[in-house]
């Protein structure tokens, strides 16, 4: 015998709920889509909005042919989009030409900073890592020395190299700043005013005047200061002049190698918000110009 199971019949009301939700989501659904389709409508705008208006700017774009490296790397966005068509290797040689001091001073650049400036700032600069390593000898570095019997410790000398070359590098930040003109030069191009032109030309070259006059005065004053304690050092401590050679060598190569590393981080930056599709990574753009400039 067989026994059948009737389905309980849905109510009325069910039903009718069941409908209601149906619509309901129906309707959310048709929202978020054009919700969606409305925010995407508008971001293809804006991206073309931003073409046309540098597809406008392009006849009065500089050509690139007339920048220097350093007019190339401060371009703003919507500009280095168009003109800057360098590769990493390419961007990352432009900052080392002008982080890594012996590259600065030496290699052929089309730079707007004097020649002979560039090289006594590099005498200079060595003249200091010599004097300033010969500072941190102590009564205890002194003691070392005597115990080893003049035999060069390399890793008691790190703390002393390490001090020596931040002292050195802050130093030379402030020679660079009165000594290198670059700055001021491209300033005074990018001003379009022929009237502020000509205003602004006579308040720079006054201003250069007095920042060369400083720095030769002071660059003078430490030549001779380094001179003399130098001369005074190795006849007192004849024992440790090699030593003092070594950690100065080791404390100038030290700043020489590391711009190597540090110029490679805003290229990785740099580049791919360049190379956007959108073109909408300014953000990421100013960051490495912020971190170009730290160095």
Same mark, same amino acid.
């Given at each position: $015998?067989?026994?059948?199971?009737?389905?309980?019949?849905?109510?009325?009301?069910?039903?009718?709920?069941?409908?209601?939700?149906? #619509?309901?989501?129906?309707?959310?659904?048709?929202?978020?889509?054009?919700?969606?389709?409305? /925010?995407?409508?508008?971001?293809?705008?804006?991206?073309?909005? /931003?073409?046309?208006?540098?597809?406008?700017?392009?006849?009065?774009?500089?050509?690139?042919?007339?920048?220097?490296?350093?007019?190339?790397?401060?371009?703003?966005?919507?500009?280095?989009?168009? *003109?800057?068509?360098?590769?990493?290797?390419?961007?990352?040689?432009?900052?080392?030409?002008?982080?890594?001091?012996?590259?600065?001073?030496?290699?052929?650049?089309?730079?707007?900073? %004097?020649? !002979? !400036? /560039?090289?006594?700032?590099? *005498?200079?600069?060595? =003249?200091?890592?010599?004097?300033?390593?010969?500072?941190?000898?102590?009564?205890?570095?002194?003691?070392?020395?005597?115990?080893?019997?003049?035999?060069?410790?390399?890793?008691?000398?790190?703390?002393?190299?390490?001090? =020596?070359?931040?002292? @050195?590098?802050?130093?030379?930040?402030?020679?660079?700043?009165?000594?290198? =003109?670059?700055?001021?030069?491209?300033?005074?191009?990018?001003?379009?005013?022929?009237?502020?032109?000509?205003?602004?030309?006579?308040?720079?070259?006054?201003?250069?005047?007095? #920042?060369?006059? *400083?720095?030769?005065?002071?660059?003078?004053?430490?030549?001779?200061?380094?001179?003399?304690?130098?001369?005074?050092?190795?006849?007192?401590?004849?024992?440790?002049?090699?030593?003092?050679?070594?950690?100065?060598?080791? @404390?100038? =190569?030290?700043? $020489? %190698?590391?711009?190597?590393?540090?110029?490679?981080?805003?290229?990785?930056?740099?580049?791919?918000?360049?190379?956007?599709?959108?073109?909408?990574?300014?953000?990421?753009?100013?960051?490495?110009?912020?971190?170009?400039?730290?160095?």
């Amino acid at each position: $015998m067989k026994i059948s199971i009737k389905e309980p019949k849905r109510s009325l009301f069910t039903n009718n709920t069941q409908l209601i939700l149906n #619509k309901k989501n129906s309707l959310i659904n048709k929202r978020k889509s054009r919700d969606k389709n409305i /925010k995407e409508t508008k971001e293809d705008k804006d991206n073309t909005e /931003k073409k046309l208006n540098f597809s406008k700017n392009r006849s009065n774009l500089p050509r690139i042919d007339n920048l220097n490296d350093e007019e190339i790397n401060q371009l703003d966005y919507g500009t280095a989009i168009i *003109i800057d068509k360098r590769t990493f290797m390419q961007y990352y040689w432009s900052l080392l030409k002008k982080k890594q001091l012996i590259l600065f001073t030496f290699y052929p650049s089309n730079d707007y900073n %004097i020649r !002979i !400036i /560039k090289i006594s700032f590099f *005498i200079i600069s060595f =003249s200091l890592y010599i004097t300033i390593n010969g500072f941190f000898f102590s009564d205890a570095t002194m003691h070392k020395v005597y115990e080893s019997n003049g035999e060069y410790n390399f890793i008691y000398q790190i703390p002393q190299i390490i001090y =020596s070359s931040i002292v @050195s590098v802050v130093i030379n930040k402030l020679l660079k700043y009165l000594s290198l =003109s670059e700055k001021s030069i491209l300033d005074l191009k990018k001003e379009k005013n022929k009237k502020l032109i000509n205003d602004n030309c006579q308040k720079i070259e006054k201003c250069l005047k007095i #920042k060369l006059l *400083i720095y030769f005065i002071l660059g003078f004053l430490l030549m001779l200061f380094c001179w003399y304690f130098i001369s005074t050092f190795c006849a007192v401590y004849s024992n440790t002049q090699i030593i003092l050679i070594k950690n100065s060598l080791i @404390s100038f =190569s030290l700043s $020489m %190698i590391y711009p190597c590393g540090y110029a490679l981080l805003p290229g990785i930056f740099r580049i791919p918000a360049l190379r956007a599709k959108n073109q909408d990574q300014e953000c990421i753009y100013n960051l490495s110009e912020k971190i170009e400039l730290i160095a």
